[in-house]
């Protein structure tokens, strides 16, 4: 019997352990062995940590990455602002039928890939697009308005592609909210504002963290976006991984940016949960 | 005096639905009003219309003689204990019920102070540091009312805030409310459909059916003497028959059941006139059971027939009697002086109710 | 006894299958360019031999970059430009010997496929042999630029804001002749390449905030173009002639310091598997009429030799307009590119990238 249970035990998570071992363990070793070879001539590489020390003698690579950092944390920043209350709206107001048709809004951009999405902004941003021509149609701009190729079209980009991933923890946590806990901080004095900060935002809290920590990370891992949205001046952190793995030919700092962006995100996520002074156990339970 | 509470007129209407319907009360300081209904009769509704979550249609509230139509809930001095008491559970025991006091700007050492005190009154010294999820249900239930109380509300509204408990805790935390609003002198105003609840607790009641009052008064007045058929049905049971009045003589009725059974009855003053379909209704405790008919000799209805179930509930033991001509099964309480301890089943026995016991209405007034 | 009749089953079975993956069967990986596989070449080629043609477009970077992720495995076929051949072979070992004697020599232009053995040869060996050739220069809308004959020109206050380039090595290379310097004669030499590349830097630098955009794929450009939003920018030869069909301003034009010339080749992956598929996909599309067919999707010249014949008349006059004599011996072929030179050029493209 017991042995029964164990193999059963063992088959449910033969998919998981295999998935993880194939997919991300070894994967992840072959890219650290990789980082830690320098190239010393044709074919020829010997075990270093040179890579590693190029990024932080490299300003530019440092400063590309605290770029990508700083303003990946403001577009999870943003995130938030905007869809919490999209959140809370379709999780505590709408009922019914208008509640599923606005989640089903907030599922619509994902039913096109991320490259059609952000061509879709290109459409809308250029020179020669909607918004350029409709303002100057009402006689708001009097020439041309050139909105790509600048950090707040990376911006806007960012956060709409995220925003889905703020919304649906951040719904999820606040339909557990129950209407009476928020009428009960009403009943005994709390403001609309004392409630929100109090009563709602605590609640909302596992929700908010896990929203955050995917946002950040997917701006953080984003490629196309900020390429095609940002032109001449995107510089982001996973370009410069790109360019040294297919245009340099240099998979051994290519890898070694690889792992270093996944140690930096990892520290600035947790720096972030303690400074809110929130756990990831908390979040997950 | 002013009364603490005062409603006049009050109507809310959900587009073609009227949930309340015209109702106009008033409740006393100091006392413990229940509104009692089945569920979805609009008791609810007037509940968040007094603290302020819903706006009426028309009529006026008003709290120590001063409207607060117009008044958002957190500046009302009303408080509420919600039906499943909406704790903070982000909260400790001592933040939940210090909320109210710092949403009002008290200083945090009074708070420690006012909290204390209420944790003292409720017999939780204590526990102030302690999560919600450690407490026990009658516990919130005693936090849920300190949380308040402290704001010294001028009425507390209490939507079936025992309703999650299992029944020998409920029956407990009755007894316990009631002594909690005295010791803290304030109204209660208590919705629930929990008949037992109503009538143990409250100085008036008020019972709701369909968006209206059918009467309000105290717990004898609804149980011996009810206004109308509802109320007869739905407070305390009843054996009811349908049937027409065969004779009206002043406040007597002869009435003849939909399957035959002859019956005497009373209107207690209302107008029932020959001919009038009806429905009488005789409490099983009003009916007296005997062995033989010559103890039955002062009532004026009197019933021969056999035993056809018993439903032995302690105390509260009752017998179901169908009659020779085998018309009724008529429910009748058994006497606690244990003279009926071995009727069996088939056993054959005589049964009779004075007719002021029975109390007819005229049929389609509910 | 028993197992007689069942071993000489097995060897028959065995036989047959062999015979029959011999005969036909077999699918052709190639990896390639948007154009130099054009669905009707593919069928007409997948009718004459049996063969089945799976493609995949890509880039040189890109098909460098996947084979070298395999070890040269994955594909059949594939069709870098005739500079990047030598280098990463040396370096990654990612290609393996063409076997001259089952290449039809006659179907090429000579002098071409004589240049790219020698260009792609590394030890003793030839590693590929040429296909499609064309060269990049800039696209200019001469009605709103015609001051734009040179790829610095692309840095004059008249056009700023409206140009376009990619931040890529042929830039690089494209400005360094602009400016009067010669990286082909520094490939040997690291120091002077790396001399060359830091001037370019700070000539790209300087010219950043004129530039609308770096494109990056040939429909951005067409995009960026078609809607006037850049009016010159430096491109692909074919790019110009497509817009010049659609906006009789806008053309290829050759700049002063020479167009680029580039070959794009066929090489044997490492551990290709159906090199016969591959050799009969070479001889095949270097026929004339088939070479004629992949001009016209592409937009550019092959190596087989009288395709010019079926070429259209249109395409001939473009080319003829862009590149008088004197620009086609104008015209600087890459070289193999040194192993290692990359690494100079990428760290001058994210300077640049950064740059305010």
Not at chain 3, 46 to 75: C, D
Request: negative net charge; proline residues 4%; aromatic residues 8%.
């Amino acid at each position: 019997m017991h042995r029964e249970a164990k193999l059963g035990l063992i088959l449910l998570l033969t998919p998981f352990l295999l998935w993880l071992s194939l997919l991300i363990v070894i994967p992840h070793i072959d890219l650290l062995l990789v980082s830690l070879r320098e190239r010393v001539g044709v074919g020829q590489y010997e075990i270093s940590l040179g890579n590693y020390l190029t990024f932080f003698t490299e300003p530019l690579y440092i400063v590309t990455f605290l770029r990508t950092a700083v303003m990946s944390i403001f577009a999870t920043i943003l995130t938030l602002l905007i869809g919490f209350p999209v959140a809370y709206y379709i999780a505590k107001m709408a009922k019914g039928r208008t509640q599923s048709a606005l989640f089903l809004l907030c599922l619509v951009p994902f039913w096109v890939s991320e490259l059609v999405r952000t061509f879709g902004w290109m459409i809308l941003l250029r020179e020669t697009g909607i918004i350029s021509n409709l303002l100057q149609s009402v006689g708001l701009a009097s020439g041309p308005v050139e909105m790509l190729y600048n950090d707040a079209a990376i911006m806007v980009g960012l956060v709409y592609t995220s925003m889905l991933f703020m919304v649906v923890p951040l719904i999820t946590t606040l339909e557990s909210l129950s209407d009476e806990v928020v009428e009960a901080g009403y009943d005994l004095g709390g403001s609309g504002f004392s409630v929100l900060r109090e009563i709602i935002i605590p609640h909302a809290m596992p929700g908010i963290v896990s929203g955050s920590i995917v946002v950040f990370m997917l701006c953080l891992g984003n490629y196309l976006t900020p390429t095609m949205l940002g032109g001449k001046e995107s510089l982001w952190f996973t370009e410069l991984i790109y360019s040294q793995f297919i245009v340099r030919f240099n998979w051994e700092l290519g890898a070694a940016f690889g792992f270093l962006l996944l140690i930096l995100s990892s520290v600035i996520v947790w720096g972030m949960l303690r400074l809110t002074g929130q756990s990831l156990e908390k979040t997950m339970g | 005096m002013t009364p603490d509470l005062q409603c006049t007129n009050l109507t809310k209407k959900f587009g073609e639905t009227t949930a309340v319907d015209n109702v106009s009360f008033s409740v006393p300081a100091g006392s413990f009003f229940s509104i009692l209904g089945p569920s979805g009769c609009g008791k609810t509704t007037i509940m968040r219309m007094i603290a302020g979550f819903l706006e009426p249609s028309s009529g006026d509230i008003q709290i120590k003689g001063k409207s607060v139509l117009n008044v958002p809930p957190n500046k009302r001095h009303v408080n509420m204990v919600f039906q499943h008491l909406a704790l903070f559970p982000m909260m400790n025991i001592a933040d939940n019920i210090g909320y109210g006091l710092r949403r009002n700007g008290m200083h945090k050492k009074d708070i420690g102070f006012k909290v204390d005190e209420a944790l003292e009154r409720i017999g939780l010294p204590g526990i102030g540091h302690r999560r919600v999820d450690e407490l026990s249900g009658g516990q919130k239930q005693r936090i849920a009312i300190a949380r308040c109380m402290v704001l010294e509300p001028d009425v507390l509204l209490l939507d079936e805030p025992l309703g999650a408990l299992d029944l020998k805790l409920r029956e407990h935390m009755k007894v316990e409310l009631k002594t909690l609003q005295a010791a803290f002198d304030t109204t209660f105003v208590y919705i629930t459909h929990d008949q037992s609840e109503a009538l143990v607790m409250s100085d008036n009641i008020a019972v709701m059916n369909a968006g209206r009052f059918e009467q309000v008064g105290s717990a004898q007045d609804l149980y011996y003497r009810p206004d109308t058929a509802f109320v007869a049905g739905f407070v305390g049971d009843s054996n009811r028959w349908s049937g027409k009045v065969i004779k009206q003589d002043g406040d007597n009725t002869l009435v003849q059941t939909t399957s035959g059974l002859t019956l005497r009855g009373a209107t207690q003053g209302r107008s029932l006139s020959q001919g009038d379909t009806i429905d009488a209704f005789v409490r099983p405790e009003a009916i007296r059971i005997a062995h033989k008919a010559e103890d039955l000799a002062s009532f004026d209805n009197q019933i021969s027939g056999t035993v056809t179930s018993i439903l032995f509930n302690g105390a509260a033991s009752r017998v179901m009697v169908r009659d020779t001509d085998g018309h009724e099964e008529v429910a009748v309480n058994l006497p606690q002086s244990g003279e009926f301890a071995n009727l069996t089943k088939g056993a054959p026995v005589h049964i009779g109710w004075a007719s002021d016991q029975a109390n007819c209405f005229s049929a389609g007034a509910s | 006894m028993k197992n007689q009749p069942f071993k000489l089953s097995m060897t028959v079975a065995v036989a047959a299958m062999l015979s029959a993956g011999a005969a036909s069967a077999d699918t052709l990986r190639l990896l390639t360019w948007g154009g130099y596989a054009p669905e009707d070449v593919v069928a007409k080629f997948e009718a004459e031999t049996g063969h089945t043609v799976e493609v995949t477009k890509s880039n040189n970077e890109e098909m460098i970059a996947k084979l070298r992720a395999t070890g040269g495995g994955g594909f059949d076929l594939a069709q870098p430009s005739q500079d990047r051949i030598a280098g990463p072979q040396a370096e990654f070992g990612i290609y393996k010997p063409i076997d001259l004697s089952k290449i039809d020599a006659s179907l090429f232009i000579p002098s071409m496929l004589e240049a790219t053995q020698g260009n792609t040869t590394v030890g003793s060996d030839v590693y590929g042999v040429p296909h499609v050739w064309g060269t990049s220069g800039l696209v200019v809308d001469t009605a709103k630029a015609s001051m734009v004959q040179d790829y610095t020109d692309l840095c004059a206050s008249d056009v700023a804001g409206k140009v376009s380039y990619r931040l890529k090595r042929p830039t690089l290379i494209g400005f360094a002749f602009s400016m009067g310097l010669d990286p082909f004669a520094a490939y040997g030499d690291e120091a002077a390449y790396a001399d060359i590349m830091s001037q370019v830097e700070a000539k790209l630098i300087e010219c950043k905030a004129g530039v609308k955009t770096y494109w990056g794929g040939g429909d951005e450009l067409m995009g960026l173009m078609r809607s006037g939003e850049v009016v010159a920018s430096m491109a692909w030869d074919t790019g110009g002639w497509k817009l010049n069909s659609d906006n009789a301003d806008i053309t290829f034009v050759a700049p002063a310091a020479g167009a680029l010339g580039w070959v794009d080749t066929f090489v044997l992956p490492a551990k290709g598997k159906a090199d016969d598929a591959a050799y009969a996909w070479i001889n095949f599309v270097m026929q004339p009429e088939v070479a004629a067919m992949i001009t016209a999707a592409a937009g550019n010249f092959t190596a087989s030799k009288g395709a010019d014949e079926f070429a259209s008349a249109d395409l001939k006059a473009r080319y003829q307009g862009s590149f008088p004599a004197e620009a086609i011996d104008n015209i600087k072929w890459y070289p193999p590119v040194p192993a290692g030179l990359e690494a100079i050029e990428g760290g001058v493209l994210d300077r640049v990238k950064a740059a305010k």
